[in-house]
């Protein structure tokens, strides 16, 4: 998990089962199994600038005899929020990432909240242009579900990564729209004189 700027921080994992993003999910032999691992956490941002950008990756897995085998990791957030209790559709949003083959792409599903902008590539999801939170609460799901189809099947899952980034504050854009608009009257001014 990483942050944009040295102002960001994030507050203690609830971890049940004792998973966090720096643990190695992993399913392998023995018939066929499911591991579901939630935990949530509250991102803040303490510096002058606020929340604008959500991302979430995939690191290396591995998926071996593929038939039916799947990793699915989906993050539920509250923007302005420390709980999803409450939280409006206008604020609440998702991003979720499911793979069924070696380090192949994800399938991505993506609820946007109000206002904001789906910036996602092929492997990460991202969503970007709200702007107006410190606070964001999250919830991240980590599903791994391994069927039994022969002997040495696995489904693993050895990180992942989310990233939270950061935009100026809205007066930080009135200050430097003042400042250009000082600059062309001052090269206006040069010009009549």
């Known amino acids: 998990m990483g942050g944009g700027t040295a102002g960001l921080t994030t507050a203690q994992f609830s971890t049940p089962g004792g998973r966090g993003t720096n643990a190695t999910w992993s399913l392998s032999s023995g018939g066929s199994h499911t591991m579901d691992s939630q935990f949530t956490y509250t991102v803040e941002n303490t510096s002058s600038a606020l929340i604008d950008l959500i991302e979430l990756s995939l690191g290396p897995n591995t998926i071996t005899a593929n038939s039916g085998n799947t990793i699915t990791v989906t993050e539920v957030f509250c923007l302005g929020q420390t709980s999803l209790t409450g939280c409006s559709s206008a604020h609440e949003g998702s991003i979720s990432l499911a793979l069924s083959t070696q380090n192949g792409t994800p399938t991505e599903t993506i609820t946007l909240p109000t206002g904001a902008m789906n910036c996602s590539t092929a492997t990460t999801g991202c969503i970007t242009g709200f ?3 410190s606070t964001v609460y999250i919830q991240t799901d980590v599903i791994l ?15 992942l990564t989310e990233y939270f980034g ?4 809205p007066s930080t854009f009135v200050l430097l729209g003042s400042a250009l608009a000082g600059v062309a009257l001052l090269r206006l001014r ?3 004189v």
């Open 131 to 133: 702007g107006t939170y």
């Open 145 to 159: 579900d391994r069927v039994n189809n022969g002997g040495g099947t696995t489904v693993a899952l050895n990180s």
């Open 166 to 169: 950061d935009a100026p504050e």
């Open 190 to 192: 040069k010009r009549i």
